[in-house]
């Protein structure tokens, strides 16, 4: 018996003296073959059985910057006449950013802003997966609807259904249902008990690196970017009844807490903290390290 | 062990016979599929347990239809597992050979795809599925360098694929128990 006639699939025949190995080369394909449906059937099997698997076909796009226009006409949408305020069923998700979510939402609807370039934060996600069957997401953004687009296609991909786009946004909303909720961030030019208190820095790293408060906590403010969870969890960690946000540049805006602009720093952190259920946050209205000595690190500023 | 046939005749169709079945081809073919194995191995792992991540990954990339993305991101985890343990144990090496080109092919398009369409994406999504969430994290710009990673690949997996014969593997155990079976041995 020849090699060739004692190789089947799996076992290629050893060498030969044939310039190329035709046959071999030939059965590699068919091998190919066969690995790819095995590991189809896996694959698919695997997702069939694991607890959060995905579905096989998507209903809405994938999208990061945008909606695709073919889909427009796809993506679920509600009008605010249909909605009741305090409906059990029904919950409301803004996905604006803080500063603008803090300047007018509405009443009850939760915080979940959709940045540029970050999925939606896991943790609230895990809250909407957690709800009843059945419970409508009505994404609400400013009076377009882009942002609430995206994050409803943010959200379809996270397995998430019942999920609408709030028709006109919050203006839709307001012009239904009557006024919106506000919070006001407190702004503070002499801070009380400030060595009991915790101060976030608000500034970049390199800043923050070159000289800060004792003790602070650095946040760079970020309109791209969610803060990382980890400070977020520290200063949860630190259970202060007080936190002190810094510092504020007194010539350009300092006595707006929220604006419907990007804010200043210190401002857009304690804007974020505010909106995340951080209690007894302040701005800090002086700037860093104040009118009087070096910036050094550690120092504590006037 | 494998007999290393030797030509009668001689001249070009000869030599070109001894250089093709030169048995140093499935000694250097080992760390190649070493290499490429684990590489597939690490790149698919990530991938497996959050394949939802993968998925963002794809979409970035805006190849395919949205309504496809999902599948992709089911299957290609496991076609590359599958293919970088059959690579790893020198299983039907030469159609992992061939499946692991088809990968590398798909994914130099898609790489090339983003380079001229100008696609704005800071990671590859090849070891961190976490696309967007790369984004933040690594900021590991989408350079030519992946290109040519995954071409030397390539060009290892066609060695592979024309002058492997898995004797270093478990084709060869195989090969050489029914050999003996059959009273070759």
């Known amino acids: ?285 002086a700037p860093y390290p104040g009118s009087t000595g070096p910036d050094v690190r550690g120092s504590t500023p006037p | 062990m494998n007999s290393h046939a030797r030509p009668s005749s001689s001249g070009p169709a000869a030599w070109m016979a001894r250089a093709w079945n030169h048995p140093a081809h499935d000694v250097l073919a080992v760390p190649i599929r070493w290499v490429v194995g684990v590489t597939f191995l690490i790149a698919a792992w990530p991938k497996l347990v959050a394949p939802e991540d993968f998925a963002w990954s794809i979409a970035m990339y805006q190849m395919i239809s949205p309504r496809y993305v999902h599948l992709l991101a089911i299957i290609l985890p496991v076609v590359e597992l599958v293919a970088a343990i059959a690579f790893l144990a020198g299983f039907r090496v030469r159609g992992a050979a061939v499946v692991m080109c088809g990968m590398l092919v798909m994914f130099i398009m898609a790489l090339s795809w983003a380079f001229i369409h100008e696609i704005e994406m800071t990671s590859c999504g090849c070891f961190s599925p976490a696309g967007a969430k790369a984004l933040s994290e690594h900021r590991d710009t989408v350079g030519t360098s992946l290109l040519w990673r995954d071409v030397a690949m390539l060009i290892g997996c066609g060695y592979v694929w024309l002058f492997d014969t898995g004797r270093w593997g478990l084709d060869g155990i195989l090969r050489r128990r029914k050999r003996r079976k059959s009273g070759h041995g």
């Open chain 1, 1 to 285: 018996m020849s090699d060739s006639e004692n190789s089947g699939p799996g076992t290629p025949a050893p060498r030969s003296g044939a310039a190329v190995p035709w046959r071999e080369l030939a059965l590699a394909w068919r091998d190919a073959g066969l690995l790819v449906v095995f590991a189809t059937v896996s694959a698919l099997a695997f997702n069939g059985l694991r607890p959060n698997g995905l579905p096989l076909l998507r209903y809405a796009p994938f999208d990061l910057l945008g909606p695709c226009p073919e889909i427009l006409n796809d993506v679920p949408r509600i009008t605010a006449d249909k909605l009741k305020p305090g409906d059990p069923n029904v919950v409301i998700v803004d996905v604006r950013l803080a500063w603008d979510f803090l300047a007018g939402h509405i009443p009850g609807a939760w915080f979940l802003p959709l940045y540029e370039t970050a999925p939606p934060d896991e943790a609230v996600v895990q809250r909407l997966r957690a709800l009843k069957p059945g419970t409508w997401i009505v994404l609400v953004g400013a009076a377009g609807t882009v942002t609430a687009e995206r994050a409803l296609t943010a959200l379809s991909v996270q397995g998430l259904r019942g999920l609408f786009v709030l028709e006109g946004g919050l203006g839709a909303w307001e012009g239904h249902h009557g006024p919106l909720a506000a919070v006001q961030v407190p702004a503070v030019a002499d801070p009380q008990d400030p060595e009991g208190a915790l101060w976030i820095d608000a500034r970049d790293e390199e800043s923050f690196a070159a000289g800060h408060r004792e003790g602070a906590i650095n946040l760079p403010f970020d309109d791209l970017l969610p803060p990382d969870p980890e400070v977020l969890l520290r200063i949860r960690a630190a259970k202060a009844d007080r936190i002190y946000v810094y510092p504020v540049d007194p010539a350009s805006g300092a006595d707006r807490a929220v604006s419907g602009a990007t804010p200043q720093p210190a401002f857009g952190v304690a804007c974020e903290l505010v909106a995340r259920g951080f209690r007894g946050v302040m701005v800090w209205n």
